[in-house]
């Protein structure tokens, strides 16, 4: 590549990079928006409700949420049509009015604690076994890896884990053409052939230390 352009890509990831810096990010701004337009859902805390099928928040990385948040409005999320939840999400997604609210409450979340991890009565050794594939991605203790550009699934309920999996598999998740992250999780699908590798991985990763 010429040098110029070069420089000019460096540059640009560098900024693109710093804009989503916790530096430049008001996290009391980003309370704010939380607690008048999500904690309704996903609760005072963000840890998920699931008689609203809200999935838990607390601790995820900013990083994830921020393109979450951009996917939902865009449509890339939440768009198919058999996608209920994700359908319930996309409008509140739009009411972030710009960048700068999106990135505000991302901070606010990602500087919560995690929901604690569960006992599951499940038998763990298959699910541990199958999250081996899982973990070069999602990390050993699924803590997530923004290099990988793999979300933390450590502190996510087990029901919203089996319906996110069942909605990558099926494609209502992961299908649409600018979905580049989701597409690479759907790939992953083949190694979870059925419904009983889905509940044990799903549940030997509930039970995983939060922190
Ligand atoms: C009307 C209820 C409702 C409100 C209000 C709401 N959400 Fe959600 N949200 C949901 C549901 C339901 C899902 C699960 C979608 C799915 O199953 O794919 C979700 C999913 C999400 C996800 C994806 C989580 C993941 O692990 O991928 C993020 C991020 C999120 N919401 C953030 C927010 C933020 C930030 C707000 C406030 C601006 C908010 N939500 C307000 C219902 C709501
Ligand atoms: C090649 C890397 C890779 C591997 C291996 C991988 N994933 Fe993922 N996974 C991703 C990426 C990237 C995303 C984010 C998709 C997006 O942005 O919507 C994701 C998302 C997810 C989500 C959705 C999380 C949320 O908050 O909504 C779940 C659940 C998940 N993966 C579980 C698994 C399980 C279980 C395995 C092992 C069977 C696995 N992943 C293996 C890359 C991977």
Redesign the pocket.
């Known amino acids: 590549m010429h040098k110029t352009a070069l420089l000019f890509f460096m540059l640009c990831f560098i900024f693109s990079d710093g804009a989503l810096a916790d530096t430049e990010a008001d996290v009391n701004a980003g309370k704010t928006t939380y607690d008048e337009i999500c904690s309704s859902c996903h609760g005072r805390k963000a840890h998920g409700q699931k008689r609203l099928n809200a999935p838990s928040l607390a601790g995820q990385q900013a990083w994830y949420v921020v393109?979450?948040l951009k996917n939902f409005k865009s449509g890339i999320?939440g768009n198919h049509e058999n996608d209920t939840f994700g359908r319930q999400m996309r409008p509140m997604a739009m009411l972030l009015k710009d960048e700068q609210a999106v990135i505000d409450v991302a901070a606010f979340i990602a500087s919560l604690k995690p929901r604690k991890p569960r006992k599951q009565t499940d038998d763990l050794t298959k699910g541990k076994t199958?999250?081996a594939?899982?973990a070069?991605?999602?990390g050993s203790k699924a803590e997530g890896n923004e290099s990988?550009?793999?979300?933390a699934?450590k502190g996510?309920q087990k029901w919203y884990?089996v319906t996110?999996?069942e909605n990558f598999k099926s494609g209502i998740r992961g299908s649409h053409d600018e979905?580049i992250?989701?597409q690479?999780?759907q790939s992953?699908m083949t190694?979870?052939a059925d419904d009983a590798s889905i509940n044990n991985?799903a549940s030997y990763?509930t039970s995983l230390a939060a922190n």
């Open positions: 393109r979450q999320r199958i999250y594939t899982c070069g991605c999602h990988m550009n793999a979300p699934l996510l884990l996110q999996l979905d992250y989701g690479q999780m992953m190694v979870l991985v990763i």
